[in-house]
């Protein structure tokens, strides 16, 4: 079957550093998508890797090893918008999206 | 309007009951898609889209029928609604479909069955 793990939940304090992994197995890969999802809100897009590497948008970057069937996302300089759920999915052999659970993030002061 | 409505926000429907979620987009995406989120999963495709006239199932199709007869407008139809179809739907669509397109989403119905 197809599998996305994320974890469920992290905690990181304003100001700081936070990575948030993401591994998939899938039949076939044709890219990888990171949203942002607010509490009662619709997912937003964050970025989306294809190749090998880092991508890096302001304070979010993405990171990509299609060998190892990984992705991190990392967001510098927490801020408390940042408190959210960060969804991790994967395009298939088909094109369809494969989603992760998704990751909450807790922002503490 | 700008991006992709959903209508109504939020229902409360007895179990039995027919309901039709509306969806509209005005970007002119040829792709649409409907998916449902609940606690503790991932975001799961109904149905989808590629182009206005055609349709196609995804993951947890059963309950559930699309319509796509002009490019804007896609309504999902839960027939005979039953409690397990408690969840939030989210109305999405991109610029083509079938390939590695960003899709964009809308603001989702928050529907409870009882």
């Known amino acids: 079957g197809q599998n996305i793990d994320q974890p469920t939940e992290m905690t990181a304090t304003e100001g700081a550093i936070v990575q948030i992994n993401c591994t998939y197995q899938?039949?076939?890969?044709?890219?990888l998508f990171w949203y942002q999802q607010h509490a009662g809100e619709a997912p937003t897009f964050l970025s989306y890797?294809?190749l090998d590497g880092l991508e890096e948008k302001g304070r979010f970057s993405s990171f990509l090893s299609r060998s190892k069937g990984y992705s991190y996302l990392l967001l510098k300089e927490l801020q408390m918008k940042d408190s959210a759920s960060y969804l991790c999915?994967?395009?298939?052999?088909?094109?369809?999206?494969?989603w992760g659970a998704g990751t909450k993030l807790i922002i503490k002061p | 309007i700008a991006g992709i409505t959903q209508a109504p926000t939020s229902q409360i429907l007895a179990a039995g009951r027919r309901m039709t979620l509306r969806c509209t987009q005005d970007?002119?995406?040829?792709?649409m898609y409907w998916y449902r989120q609940d606690l503790g999963l991932g975001l799961r495709l109904i149905h989808y889209?590629?182009?206005?006239?055609?349709?196609g199932k995804g993951e947890v199709p059963d309950g559930y029928s699309v319509s796509r007869a002009n490019t804007d407008d896609f309504p999902l139809t839960l027939a005979s609604a039953v409690p397990s179809q408690t969840s939030v739907y989210f109305c999405?669509?991109?610029?083509?479909?079938?390939?590695?397109?960003?899709?964009?989403f809308g603001p989702g119905t928050r529907l409870t069955v009882l």
């Open positions: 970007m002119r995406h040829n792709a």
């Open positions: 890797n294809v």
């Open positions: 999405a669509s991109s610029r083509e479909g079938g390939d590695a397109d960003t899709q964009y």
């Open positions: 999915a994967v395009f298939d052999s088909n094109y369809q999206l494969i």
């Open positions: 889209s590629n182009t206005a006239g055609t349709t």
């Open positions: 899938t039949s076939g890969f044709n890219g």
